[in-house]
């Protein structure tokens, strides 16, 4: 029976067919940052912020402000990287948020979408961004063109860095054994949109993988939650939704980032 990631799967796809990533002018304003390097530089808690209007779980979350400003404050609160939702349907996002965040801010641009098609590579980096989400259970289920090392090779040949994304023990296995730059776990479930933080535990209490960033995704509301993570093993945070919806952001992301 569907559930929300073939939901999400089917639209990436009917977007990739009507061209919505194809004909994005070329914007770039350095030869490509690294998100991996700005985590492991990083004295404080390694905040990778995100932007994104809405939430198919909570809906709207903030009222549009102009993406470049909301970087800005993203950046001056500390985060060591920027994750901008691209995806517009479910998400409210735009592929020209990333040429408007990239040339206000000095930080690691991530493009997160639903991404199934060597296209959505090559949008990425034509619009400025620095790494890309890829997901594993996407790959799983057949839904891209290509498999999962193709994909990051893709990217790679563009300079961008791979978030390799999983959520089971068996997606984060296979995806330390690829050559993604970060791997993530995402304590969202995309088949349910439940949220449990003890996904992250319950996988790195098993699992240690050498020489591997991994982001802890999702559910992140406050430093005990940073703290927490961290003690089970996790190297970075992406946080999005408690971000958007606090009222001073700048505060928010500052609060996170000197969590430890």
Avoid: W
Wanted: charged content about 25%; aromatic content about 6%; proline content about 4%.
């Amino acid at each position: 029976m569907p559930d929300y990631i073939d939901h999400l799967a089917a639209e990436a796809v009917k977007r990739v067919e009507e061209g919505y990533y194809n004909n994005i002018p070329k914007f770039r304003l350095s030869a490509g940052l690294s998100l991996r390097e700005a985590v492991l530089r990083c004295a404080r808690a390694p905040i990778i912020s995100e932007i994104k209007f809405v939430s198919p779980s909570k809906g709207v979350l903030r009222e549009y402000t102009p993406p470049g400003i909301i970087a800005r404050d993203l950046e001056e609160g500390g985060a060591v990287g920027i994750s901008v939702i691209t995806e517009p349907k479910n998400f409210g996002g735009k592929l020209q948020f990333i040429g408007e965040i990239r040339s206000r801010v000095s930080v690691p641009i991530l493009m997160k979408d639903i991404v199934l098609s060597p296209v959505q590579i090559e949008a990425a980096y034509r619009s400025g961004a620095d790494a890309i989400l890829l997901i594993q259970a996407l790959f799983d289920r057949g839904y891209c063109e290509g498999n999962v090392q193709s994909m990051i090779e893709k990217a790679h040949s563009f300079g961008l860095e791979v978030l390799l994304e999983s959520h089971s023990e068996d997606e984060f296995l296979r995806a330390v054994k690829t050559r993604a730059d970060l791997v993530g776990i995402n304590n969202r479930d995309l088949k349910t949109l439940m949220v449990n933080l003890e996904v992250t535990k319950h996988i790195l209490a098993k699992h240690h993988p050498k020489g591997k960033v991994v982001v802890s995704e999702s559910g992140i509301n406050t430093p005990e939650d940073i703290r927490f993570l961290r003690e089970c093993g996790a190297h970075a945070f992406l946080v999005g939704t408690s971000i958007m919806e606090s009222e001073n952001i700048r505060d928010k992301v500052m609060q996170l980032v000197e969590s430890f």
